[in-house]
Nanobody, 126 residues
Framework: QVQLVESGGGLVQAGGSLRLSCAAS????????MGWFRQAPGKEREFVAA????????AYADSVKGRFTISRNNARNTVYLQMNSLKPEDTAVYYC???????????????????WGQGTQVTVSS
């Protein structure tokens, strides 16, 4: 069992930056691929970014590529999402998720992830 706790959300003006953190419990964190997803009101949960267990492979949604950076520190059981040049359309609840299956590549589909955090609100004002 893995517990995930997100932090770092808040209110920021367009063009600003935020860094989200996701702290994971358990010694198996370093073997899991990790992902960030977001869900805006009235919309489905969507993929934002993912990183493999080693940190050597990443994937991004086209809408955030070049602005967001996912990283992880396995010694601290933490995954990060650095968000720069934020836009009002980035407003959503952001969730981190863990994929505990022995996949060789990261996945973008929410169904591939079996542990989820409670989410942190990010609001970008225009």
């Amino acid at each position: 069992q893995v517990q995930l706790v997100e932090s770092g959300g808040g209110l920021v003006q367009a063009g600003g930056s935020l860094r989200l953190s996701c702290a994971a419990s358990g010694r198996t964190f370093r073997s899991y691929h990790m992902g960030w997803f977001r869900q805006a009101p009235g919309k489905e949960r969507e993929f934002v970014a993912a990183i493999d267990w080693s940190g050597g492979s990443t994937a991004y949604a086209d809408s955030v590529k070049g602005r967001f950076t996912i990283s992880r520190n396995n010694a601290r059981n933490t995954v990060y999402l650095q968000m720069n040049s934020l836009k009002p359309e980035d407003t959503a609840v952001y969730y981190c998720a863990a994929d505990s299956s022995p996949r060789t590549i990261v996945h973008r589909a929410p169904v591939a992830y079996d542990y989820w955090g409670q989410g942190t609100q990010v609001t970008v004002s225009s």
